[in-house]
């Protein structure tokens, strides 16, 4: 069990810290609307990256109990997609964090806005995949499935309120900007890593 934890939050926790849409929207709210707001939005982030993570995981579930044939291709593609993700993050050049400009509409539910920003992002659920990939069979116990799909929530809960309390305003997110980099190049390496065993993996065949 603790192993396919590692395994899996190898990956998750680096692609967290990755500044992106779920980054963006946090601080947005946060900068233009307050901090409960920013907490709020940091809710409805949460909880989409739940949402995509019980599709993901009971998705996957299902197809290996009916086909288990598929365990071998979910991890070719997903080993394959991991490495890719690792080479563009190792190879890309350093960018500013895009921040949030003047006043933001004050109408809307800040919740619904997080949940949705991550529902838009056709990157979350592939990188799901991906990353379960690396520990899921047909033998995977739901018990374990609920407890990853707590920790991916709990996680992010954790990250974002804390994007949400201290990194809501331009120069700490300038600060912020130079560890950027390196968070990439880490997530890079976790990526590139995982990925590589689980192609090394789906050389083994697969039990009928």
Not at 104 to 113: E, S, V, W
Not at 129 to 151: K, Y
Request: aromatic content about 10%; proline content about 5%; glycine content about 8%.
């Amino acid at each position: 069990m603790t192993l396919v934890l590692i395994s899996v939050f190898a990956v998750f926790i680096p692609a967290l810290l990755l500044p992106g849409p779920d980054f963006v929207a946090v601080v947005r709210s946060s900068m233009t609307r307050g901090t409960s707001a920013g907490l709020l939005t940091t809710l409805g982030v949460s909880l989409g990256l739940g949402f995509y993570a019980t599709l993901s995981l009971l998705g996957l579930s299902a197809l290996l109990i009916e086909y288990q044939w598929l365990t071998w291709l979910v991890r070719v593609l997903g080993g394959s997609y991991l490495i890719y993700l690792g080479i563009r993050l190792l190879l890309a050049k350093p960018q500013e964090i895009e921040l949030p400009e003047g006043e933001a509409d004050k109408r809307g539910n800040p919740l619904l806005f997080g949940f949705l920003v991550t529902l838009t992002n056709p990157k979350a659920i592939v990188l799901f995949a991906s990353v379960f990939a690396t520990a899921v069979t047909d033998a995977t116990p739901l018990w374990l499935m609920g407890l990853m799909i707590a920790l991916v929530v709990g996680c992010a809960l954790v990250w974002y309120a804390v994007v949400s309390l201290f990194m809501s305003s331009s120069p700490v997110i300038r600060r912020f900007q130079h560890a950027r980099h390196w968070i990439e190049r880490a997530a890079g390496v976790c990526f590139v890593t995982i990925g590589g065993r689980v192609l090394a993996d789906a050389r083994n065949p697969v039990s009928p």
